[in-house]
C-alpha cells in the first residue's frame, strides 16, 4: 500500500492507498496505520475491495475508532478515520 504523510494539513493525515487489495488485507493495512496515528489525527483510507465497505466499518463500531466519512467516488471507496481524543 502507498502510505502518505501531509504534514501540510493542520490537523494531521495520514492516507493509506489499499487499491487493488482484498479481504483481509484492507482492514490489516487499516489496523497498522492505526497503531501509529496520533489522537486526533486523521487516517484516510482508498480502496477498491467492495467488501471494505462492511469490514472498515465493523472494525471502527468494535475497535472504538471514529469512522468521520465514507464515501465511493469513482469505483473508489474512501473512508476518514480517527482515533478520537484519549484512544
Same mark, same amino acid.
Given at each position: !500500500? %502507498? ?20 479481504? !483481509?488485507? !484492507? ?11 496520533? !489522537? ?7 480502496? %477498491? ?9 465493523? /472494525? ?11 464515501? #465511493? #467516488?469513482?469505483?473508489? /471507496?474512501?473512508? #476518514? ?7
Amino acid at each position: !500500500p %502507498t502510505v502518505i504523510n501531509s504534514s501540510d494539513c493542520p490537523m494531521s493525515k495520514i492516507v493509506v492507498d489499499v487499491t487493488g487489495l482484498h479481504c !483481509p488485507l !484492507p482492514v490489516l493495512h487499516t489496523r497498522k496505520a492505526l497503531q501509529t496515528l496520533a !489522537p486526533g489525527a486523521i487516517l484516510e483510507i482508498h480502496a %477498491t475491495d467492495s467488501a471494505s465497505v462492511r469490514d472498515i466499518s465493523l /472494525y471502527c463500531r468494535n475497535n472504538g475508532i471514529d469512522l468521520l466519512t465514507q464515501r #465511493e #467516488e469513482n469505483g473508489v /471507496y474512501i473512508f #476518514e478515520l480517527s482515533k478520537g481524543g484519549g484512544k
